[in-house]
Nanobody, 125 residues
Framework: DVQLQASGGGLVQAGGSLRLSCAAT????????VGWFRQAPGKEREGVSC????????WYADSVKGRFTISSDNAENTVYLQMNSLKPEDTAVFYC??????????????????WGQGTLVTVSS
């Protein structure tokens, strides 16, 4: 079983940066797809980025390409989401999720087996 703990959210001005962390409790963490999702008020949850902890391959939603960077530290069982050039429309609750043995890709939320609690990101204009 895997438990995920998301952290790093906060309040930032437009143009600023935040780094989110997703720490996993797992015996091994070297063959998971770990994704970040976000859900803004009144909107559906949307995939933002995904990484394969097996080979480091990544996927990004078009809305965050060039601004967000996902990375993993398998020794620490942690996946990071570095968010730069933040915009007010990035304001949302961010969630991390994991599924074993999958490649980095645009997986829908229902495909993930494990979820962390959300961390709120608020970008002021």
């Amino acid at each position: 079983d895997v438990q995920l703990q998301a952290s790093g959210g906060g309040l930032v001005q437009a143009g600023g940066s935040l780094r989110l962390s997703c720490a996993a409790t797992a015996a091994t963490f070297d063959n998971y797809a770990v994704g970040w999702f976000r859900q803004a008020p009144g909107k559906e949850r949307e995939g933002v980025s995904c990484i394969s902890t097996r080979d480091g391959s990544t996927w990004y939603a078009d809305s965050v390409k060039g601004r967000f960077t996902i990375s993993s530290d398998n020794a620490e069982n942690t996946v990071y989401l570095q968010m730069n050039s933040l915009k007010p429309e990035d304001t949302a609750v961010f969630y991390c999720a994991a599924i074993g043995g999958r490649a980095a890709q645009a997986l829908p939320a229902w495909a993930y087996e494990y979820w962390g609690q959300g961390t709120l990101v608020t970008v002021s204009s």
